[in-house]
């Protein structure tokens, strides 16, 4: 077995060096790495993987010309690497532009519905985006559930009045038949002084539910590691505050989020922005085990 100088020995990847041809040398590498092709593909695809010929039978005299190369080889893996590791960020951050950008445009649509005019082309777009955002992620997954329309009413209000009780006020449109769109009756039209005794005007206008955009959402999602729910990002195990509602939804992509049910302000459609669940519902944990969980799921 030839030997290699340590320091140089320190540096390379055994593992990856035993499956290298012999074959190969330093101005190959160096012209297949220089290629706008995937680099290093050949060499690492399953035909190019044959067993390395440095036996006992190598002369030792080549400990130098094997050691060279072994460090070429590990420069052309790394480099592979980086560009495999800069390759999946891209994707990455590809999702997180195009989710940022759903978020602006439910933003704008909000700003834009009480600040400016618009023309009924542009109502009509606006009110689209928002009512195919809220049916996003159907598509991943067949068994996702659309959220009850009460939820549904609640995101496409631009001001994300609670559902349940935003819903009490479209049964009274309903009746009415006013002929006026719905948010336009209840906010400037017939139904602007209406006021239902299970809930009046003031009471609907300080529920706002709280739409997380996909940066604040990342600060509720945990994830399953060792049997036990930890906080993704900080690692902390889930443990419920006593007398707190706890509540839980998973997206159509089986990502969990949990959060601290504040009446009024938080539910479970904040978590996803109004958008297709697969699970929702309450849950108990004791440092990172669950101890009860209740909901609906498909």
Known sequence: MPSFPESNCMEV???????????????????????????????????????????????????????????????VYRSYRTRRRLADSAVVAEELWWQAIDYARLNLSTVSFFKMQESAASRWNRVSINASRVGKGLSKDLKAQKLAFQHWIEAIDPRHRYGHLLHLYYEEWCQADSGQPFFYWLDIGDGKELDLKACPQSKLREQCIKYLGPQERAHYEYIISEGKII???????????????????????????????????????????????????RLLAEHGILKVWIGRHR
């Open 13 to 75: 990847e055994t593992q990856t060096l035993s499956h290298l041809p012999c074959s190969l040398d330093g101005n190959d590498i160096s012209h297949d790495f220089r290629t706008h092709e995937s680099p290093g593909l050949e060499m690492l695809s399953e035909e190019a993987q044959v067993e390395t010929s440095r036996d006992t039978d190598a002369p030792v005299g080549g400990a130098c010309s094997d050691s060279a190369a072994a460090v070429k080889v590990q420069k």
């Open 231 to 281: 906080h993704k990002q900080t690692g902390d195990l889930l443990h419920t505050i006593q007398g707190a509602k706890w509540i839980f939804v998973m997206s159509t992509s089986k990502r969990l989020y949990a959060g601290e049910k504040r009446k009024g302000k938080f539910h479970h459609s904040s978590f996803l922005a109004g958008g297709a669940t697969m699970a929702a519902g």
